[in-house]
Nanobody, 116 residues
Framework: QVQLVESGGGLVQPGGSLRLSCAAS?????????MAWYRQAPGKQRELVAQ???????NYADSVKGRFTISRDNAKNTVYLQMNSLKPEDTAVYYC?????????WGQGTLVTVST
C-alpha cells in the first residue's frame, strides 16, 4: 500500500513563502496517480487546496489561486506545494492525498502557521 510523508511545514510571517513536499513510497505507479493537497484549520472542515492529474492538469481553490503552485516530480515520486504571499488564514495542517483509482491515501499532515 502506498505511503505518503509530508514535510516542509513550519512557522512563517505573513507575506512569506514555504514549499511543502510529499514523498510517496511502496509504489511503482506514482506517475499515474492524481495527487492533491488538502488543509484543515482548527475548528474547520478539511478542504481541497490544489490538485494535479497524471497529465499535470492542475486545479486550485479560489482562496489560493495566484499564490500557490502544485507540481510533481515523477522521477522522485514527489508532489510539491509552493506557497507564496502567505496569509494568517492559510494556517492549517496540510495533508497530501493520492487517488490511486482503488483507494484514497492520506499522509500524516504537516503544520503550517502564518503569524507574526
Amino acid at each position: 500500500q502506498v505511503q505518503l510523508v509530508e514535510s516542509g511545514g513550519g512557522l512563517v510571517q505573513p507575506g512569506g513563502s514555504l514549499r511543502l513536499s510529499c514523498a510517496a513510497s511502496r509504489t511503482i505507479f506514482f506517475s499515474i496517480y492524481a495527487m492533491a493537497w488538502y488543509r484543515q484549520a482548527p475548528g474547520k472542515q478539511r478542504e481541497l487546496v490544489a490538485q494535479i492529474t497524471r497529465y499535470e492538469s492542475t486545479n486550485y481553490a479560489d482562496s489560493v489561486k495566484g499564490r500557490f503552485t502544485i507540481s510533481r516530480d515523477n522521477a522522485k515520486n514527489t508532489v510539491y506545494l509552493q506557497m507564496n504571499s502567505l496569509k494568517p488564514e492559510d494556517t492549517a495542517v496540510y495533508y497530501c492525498n493520492a487517488n490511486t483509482g482503488a483507494a484514497n491515501t492520506w499522509g500524516q499532515g504537516t503544520l503550517v502557521t502564518v503569524s507574526t
